[in-house]
């Protein structure tokens, strides 16, 4: 419960404005929480970070210390698939009916497998060389893999 | 650039320095909204006294900002110096295809640089 305590110190020691909490897809090191709270007085930003693994993508949940944690914790919920212990994230940004987690780093994004990515061209060429079939081009994250 | 005064440093729009940019295509691959679209050739050239070398000639590069976000890695990734933020802000358009500017464009916002912009 370190990441509820520091938080709370935080906070007691005068960073009293909670900005925003948002998270960070590591791929193989799992998740990333992020936390930013402000002290009003001292003027000093105060960035709090925990992990978790994917396989067990839970942290505690700040709507103890922060009320205000709610809806960015729902919205973590939604983009990432992670999970808040000790508070029932209800759905914010997506609808109900939507699958997967559009923040995590292996989500494919629909629009880019309908459109060429723009990087795909080397150095000195155009469109048209990219009808040459050729072994190694670069790859855009948020596409699938189609290479055997 | 019109209307309200802002200062020189605001990132209005991205200008392109067109002598600088070598086509390598790193800010079209940094750009996580794929709003940069390069073109480019080879060209071998030939001088006295030296081996043909082989250099990239842009056709065409332009930039979207309908879909850009002013996110500014472009213009970090670059690392020839040729992407500059310029304060000019007025852009809109009344539709889509109005947001995308072409080198001429972005070559222009140039003048608007301040001096010493990194
Ligand atoms: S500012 Fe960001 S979104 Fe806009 S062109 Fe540059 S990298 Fe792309
Ligand atoms: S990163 Fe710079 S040099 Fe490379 S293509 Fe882009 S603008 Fe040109």
New interface residues.
């Given amino acids: 419960m370190t990441w509820v305590a520091d938080v709370t110190a935080a906070r007691d020691a005068g960073a009293v404005f909670f900005d925003f909490l948002t998270a960070v897809d590591l791929e193989a090191d799992g998740f990333e929480v992020v936390c930013r709270l402000w002290d009003p007085q001292a003027r000093t930003e105060h960035l709090l970070r925990t992990r978790c693994t994917r396989t067990h993508a839970r942290v505690p949940t700040l709507t103890g210390v922060f009320a205000g944690a709610a809806w960015h914790e729902r919205a973590v919920a939604d983009l990432f698939g992670i999970g808040f212990d000790g508070h029932d994230t209800v759905p914010l940004l997506l609808p109900a009916s939507f699958e997967g987690h559009p923040l995590r780093k292996d989500f494919v994004l629909a629009a880019r497998e309908a459109r060429q990515w723009p990087g795909a061209k080397d150095p000195g060429e155009s469109d048209a060389d990219l009808a040459v079939p050729r072994r190694r081009r670069a790859k855009p994250l948020g596409t699938r893999d189609w290479s055997p | 650039m019109t209307g309200y005064p802002v200062p020189a440093s605001s990132r209005g729009i991205i200008a392109l320095d067109e002598n600088a940019c070598?086509?390598?295509?790193l800010c079209?691959?940094?750009?996580p909204d794929?709003?940069?679209?390069?073109?480019?050739?080879?060209e071998t050239v030939l001088e006295e006294g030296a081996r043909p070398r082989?250099v990239?000639v842009l056709?065409?590069f332009a930039i979207d900002f309908g879909l850009c976000m002013w996110c500014g890695i472009c213009i970090e990734a670059c690392p020839f110096d040729a992407l500059f933020w310029a304060p000019s802000y007025d852009h809109a358009a009344t539709e889509p295809a109005g947001m995308v500017h072409e080198r001429f464009d972005l070559r222009q916002w140039l003048s608007e640089v301040p001096p010493g912009t990194p």
């Fill in positions: 070598t086509s390598c295509m079209a691959r940094e750009c794929w709003c940069i679209e390069i073109d480019s050739h080879k082989v990239h056709d065409r």
